[in-house]
């Protein structure tokens, strides 16, 4: 971050990172911070909020139980920049029991977001019905010494934060089973 002269204010994106034990416990925690978060730094409406909180929810879920072992620490990290974004980043270690590189999770992305895709499983939506569906960039990277970074970013100038306007995206989930 840089200081503004003018008003001694630091200019630029805020980042706060948290490094969990790779236990699900931790996840009501980071839940709780999410929604804090959002609705103290954004002009999002409660029900985005929620979404956010969602959003992230899922993406620690998928790190403590594919993505890291017994043992292992995940990391989540929130980039926001005032009246331009949120950012939220989940790094998992890779040791996990289904390790994933950036390449396979785009092409299980593409897949899932395929109009005639069927979801034959309880389990699987997440990524594809909640994060990408709910965020505007969602993005996978190898992570340096193994693991995945997943970021998620949904930018703050949408005017449907503020307003009543119909909205393009789903308010509710449908699981097909």
Not at 4 to 19: D, L, S, V, Y
Not at 133 to 145: A, M, N, P, S, Y
Request: aromatic letters at 8%; glycine letters at 8%; a neutral charge.
């Amino acid at each position: 971050m840089e200081m503004n002269k003018n008003t001694n204010k630091k200019e630029g994106p805020m980042k706060i990172t948290i490094t969990l034990p790779n236990n699900a416990y931790f996840v009501s925690g980071i839940r709780d911070f999410t929604l804090s978060l959002i609705r103290n730094t954004t002009n999002f409406a409660e029900k985005w909020a929620y979404r956010m909180q969602s959003v992230v929810d899922e993406l620690c879920n998928n790190a403590i139980e594919f993505g890291s072992s017994d043992g292992a620490e995940v990391r989540v990290s929130f980039l926001h920049e005032k009246d331009k974004y949120i950012e939220i980043i989940v790094e998992d270690t890779g040791t996990g029991k289904a390790e994933k590189t950036a390449a396979e999770m785009k092409k299980i992305m593409e897949e899932k977001l395929k109009k005639d895709h069927k979801f034959t499983g309880i389990r699987g939506r997440g990524l594809a019905r909640i994060v990408h569906e709910w965020t505007d960039e969602l993005e996978f990277k190898d992570r340096e010494g193994g693991g995945l970074i997943v970021i998620a970013r949904k930018f703050l100038k949408d005017p449907r934060f503020k307003s009543g306007l119909p909205e393009s995206t789903a308010t509710h989930l449908v699981l097909d089973v």
